[in-house]
């Protein structure tokens, strides 16, 4: 495979160190002929290692908190200037429980903290696209793409509040999906990722025993950030333009099982 977006232009979110599956999507589009920038919040380019990978990509790092119209247009604006005009796509790889950090119950939870999840992890979506709606900055047959997980759908008590912040996700590419495409044929999609071992998803209680269980669950397998970012990477080619509105399982097959009689060698005696 080569070339897959030669000439396109994206704004990639979340990068935050070798771990993200932001930093994979980024290296592999680059791979493939796009043109980039990064961008990550203030605190996490302090923190993290997103400047290695813009140094690495040659691509321009631009700080935006998601959750400010001001630091989006400013980044949109910025990314169009030096990309050289407006974008082929945009990956809203972000989210963050403040409930989960503060390891709050399900059962009692900070209602100003749930605020904050909800804007942090799905309302900066709605935002991003707003700004891109309202500044014109999107290509014809564009493509954007959020990460969500199957919590959305089916109960995992341990995800706790990010369960509602990913329906919420989910329900703003359907909605933007439709005005996006009405204007400028850019479709919308969200992709539902298997666990993945990065500093956002080992913050979930229990993430290793759970990443097993969904490992052993699915035919497949457990999708791994290189495998996620080889979808992003199609869902952003040309090969996908009539594909909008959706929720795409990347998952080795985890959301259509019910049972997997491998899962019970990991609860279960031989014999029993
Ligand atoms: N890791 C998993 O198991 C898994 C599974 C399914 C979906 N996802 C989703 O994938 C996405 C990426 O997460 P990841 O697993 O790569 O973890 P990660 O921790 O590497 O990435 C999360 C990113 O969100 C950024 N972020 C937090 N607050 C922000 C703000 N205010 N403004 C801008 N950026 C902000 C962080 O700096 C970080 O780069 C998230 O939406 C996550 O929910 C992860």
């Known amino acids: 495979m080569k070339d897959l977006l030669k000439g396109k232009r994206g704004v990639i979110f ?4 070798e771990r993200s599956i932001a930093w994979k999507v980024a290296e592999f589009c680059v791979e493939q002929g796009a043109h980039i920038t990064l961008t990550n919040a203030p605190v996490a380019l302090r923190f993290g290692q997103v400047t290695e990978l813009a140094a690495k990509l040659d691509a321009e790092l631009i700080p935006a908190d998601a959750t400010s119209l001001e630091d989006l247009e400013n980044l949109f604006t910025k990314s169009m200037e030096i990309l050289g005009g ?3 796509f945009v990956l809203h790889s972000i989210g963050m429980s403040v409930n989960i950090r503060k390891k709050r119950e399900y059962t009692d939870l900070n209602y100003e903290w749930m605020k904050k999840t909800y804007d942090v992890s799905a309302m900066s979506f709605h935002k991003m696209m707003q700004v891109l709606y309202k500044l014109d900055a999107m290509n014809e047959w564009g493509s954007i793409l959020a990460l969500s997980y199957i919590a959305a759908q089916r109960v995992f008590p341990d995800y706790n509040e990010m369960a509602e912040s990913k329906a919420l996700l989910e329900s703003y590419a359907r ?7 009405e204007k400028k044929k850019v479709r919308v999609n969200t992709i539902s990722q298997s666990p993945t071992v990065t500093t956002a998803g080992s913050g979930v209680k229990g993430f ?3 990443f097993e269980y969904a490992d052993k669950m699915s035919p497949l397998g457990n999708a791994t950030a290189e495998d ?11 090969l996908t333009r009539m594909v909008t509105m959706q929720n795409l399982y990347h998952d080795g097959g ?3 099982m019910g049972l997997n009689p491998a899962v019970f060698d990991l609860i279960c005696d031989e014999d029993e």
């Open 175 to 181: 909605s933007f999906g439709y005005h996006f495409g």
């Open 228 to 238: 996620c970012a080889r979808y992003c990477a199609v869902m952003f080619s040309d």
């Open 254 to 256: 985890f959301s259509m």
């Open 208 to 210: 290793g025993r759970f």
């Open 86 to 88: 407006p974008l082929d």
């Open 14 to 17: 979340g990068a935050l160190d």
